[in-house]
DNA sequence: CAGTAACCACACCGGTCGGTATACTGTCAG
DNA sequence: CTGACAGTATACCGACCGGTGTGGTTACTG
């Protein structure tokens, strides 16, 4: 089995080895302190750049999130990727099923949860030029959550991809603002409650 | 039927008039733009109060950022009670469905979701005053929700409540995150689903 | 050799942040 | 009458914010 639906992520950009320094600096300090917490000198400094240097790769601080967003989202599907490879599900319901359970070892040792929703709710602005990745990849998770429901033969695979969302993304908030260290794998269980109790077609698959 | 959950939500305190007017400010600028955003200069101005007022009353902007998410949570308990009464419900499980109803309401026409988990984000420091009363806000749900199930004579009711949880949870943050305007109402199907499989205790109730 | 991209060092900008200081006014209870 | 309290008005603080400008150095490349 492989995932279904086409990840919207752009390609990683050639990067200058400074702009990966800042990019990567920016990565741990965004996600571990909060985007708006963090200014650009403390990048540049973590870096080891000049704030000079810092706007000539990136423009401004919001294309800089941007890229953060762009970088984390790879990364995440890199993730992804890795754990499928190794769980090897067979079939669509087992593919739904080890994308919760990598979502235990996603979030094991992180303890801020889910940077996309933190980065949607710090932005706020809805406009923000990384807004567009943030619901991208949530909408990605949710789409890729249909079309496996889709190719097992359940009945109804969007309300139950809405459902497994739910799931997924109750998780990863209570993991951080409810310190619910067992979030993943109550998701997980439930998940797979949710799927065995569901209705199949008869074969009058569309 | 009636909660059965102590709120440890402390009482409203006394608050003088320019008090008030500084709180209710902040509590609609807090929650429209943001914590971060909004800066004690535009509270101030919004309650047509000087900066002075506002410190003499409340201290620091922390405090009153830990104010607005008590009189918050005062709000939603209100709300609840208000939507309880309505609806009426006459059993634990009725009571448990009635609170996920009471999601829809509560979010419709906001946009912005959850204020508690919101403020948890934006604050992250875990040391902020503010901390207990957002952890505080989920807590109590979870524990409702676990007597409710308790009382319904549900196995394992603490599991029931975790998955509960998520689903609520998940359906604020998609809400706001993902745009899913639909989150509440699929949270609600997917409670009530989860009731009518789940497991009953054979009167064996501890 | 010339050109250019990538970087450094450093100084500077206007604006906003949370918070404080000073001085004065109205109200009301003991 | 007299405090104490709630409030006004205004000016100010240092720190930090995102962002820019100048000028110089290195290293690769046509």
Redesign the interface.
Known sequence: MTLLVDRGVPAAPRLTPAGERILAAASTLFYE??I??VGVDAIAAAADVTKKTLYDRFGSKDRLIAAYLEERDRTWHRFLDDQLAERNPTTPEAMILALFAALTDWLAGSR?GCG???A???L?APDHPAMPV??GQ??WL?AEFEAQARAAGFADPG?LA??L??????????Y?????T??PE??A??AA??LA?WPRLLRTAR
Request: zero cysteines; charged letters at 25%.
């Open positions: 302190q909060g708006r917490t801020n996309f929703i933190n949607s709710v710090e706020a943030i619901v949530k909408r949710r309300e809405d459902r969302l739910l799931l997924h993304e109750g998780a990863l908030v209570s951080r603002v409810a310190a619910m067992s979030a109550v998701a269980r439930a409650d949710l109790g």
